[in-house]
């Protein structure tokens, strides 16, 4: 039996700052005001805190929405669900063979990517549950919209990740 790997806490803090500038860079894209809790509310867990039914094998992140529980007096304008962006360290650290990129180009990577995925479902341009055609073709289209947002990072880890992923649109 193999054991997990788990990111350490120095890669913690490369989760963090990936989301901040993955968060910042699909905001510009989208021209979204902010993009904070009032609209677009998820959070980022590693492997160490997921529940089994969030772990899945072949996917370096998936996404999973939750209802809100009833919101306080002071919150009923925020968001009725949430998005958890559940990322597998294992899977990630695994695909740290190249040379070419580091940690930090493919968490940015990841995090575009998911991040594309929860504005376009609270936007509605894609329904959450919808059939597995459905969900392969809204893969191939965040592929697509995550090369276009990194194509324009001209950093050589950044467009190695869009070079590798380019071309790729489905995980099926």
């Not at 294992?90 to 968490?107: M, R, T, Y």
């Not at 059939?131 to 001209?154: A, C, F, H, P």
Request: net charge neutral; aromatic share 10%.
């Amino acid at each position: 039996m193999t054991r997990r790997r788990f990111f350490s806490p120095g890669q913690l803090s490369l989760v963090e700052s990936a989301t901040d500038r993955a968060e910042e860079l699909t905001g510009d894209f989208f021209r979204l005001g902010r993009f904070g809790p009032d609209r677009y509310l998820y959070e980022v867990v590693t492997a160490r805190h997921l529940s089994n039914r969030e772990r899945v094998q072949g996917v370096f992140a998936h996404l999973v929405r939750y209802r809100r529980v009833e919101p306080g007096p002071l919150q009923k304008r925020r968001p009725q669900q949430y998005y958890r962006i559940c990322l597998q360290d294992q899977q990630i650290l695994d695909a740290l063979v190249s040379k070419e990129f580091g940690l930090d180009d493919l968490l940015l990577y990841v995090m575009t990517h998911e991040l594309i995925h929860v504005v376009r479902f609270e936007q509605f341009d894609r329904l959450f549950v919808t059939s597995k055609q459905d969900r392969l073709d809204e893969e191939t289209m965040v592929y697509g919209l995550t090369e276009e947002i990194l194509s324009q990072v001209q950093e050589p880890g950044i467009q190695a990740m869009v070079t590798l992923y380019r071309g790729v649109r489905l995980c099926d």
